[in-house]
């Protein structure tokens, strides 16, 4: 697994490769990255920054956020399900 960079770290490599002052591989090797990381950093911030489809940070974690609390009221659901359930039947005459 390719060891983390901080993001301070990464908004300061994807400057430096945005002013077009190197060509992109130089600049990877510069900061001791690989080009393919490098290309992929550039893609997130310009996703980031709207000049390119694609989800945000922001709305991903929104996303995941919202997926969690639907499953579990889902989860809640099935269990007031199974407890009706129960109840009616111990309310049934005999």
Request: no cysteine; charged share 30%.
């Amino acid at each position: 697994m390719p060891k983390a960079f901080p993001l301070e770290f990464r908004r300061e490599v994807v400057a430096v490769a945005r002013k077009n002052e190197a060509p992109i591989a130089q600049v990877a090797k510069d900061f001791g990255i690989s080009e393919s990381g490098l290309q992929r950093w550039l893609k997130l911030a310009d996703i980031e920054d709207g000049n390119r489809p694609g989800v945000t940070q922001a709305d991903a974690t929104e996303l995941r956020e919202a997926r969690k609390r639907i499953q579990l009221l889902e989860q809640g659901n099935e269990i007031l399900r199974g407890a009706a359930a129960y109840l009616s039947q111990a309310s049934l005459p005999k």
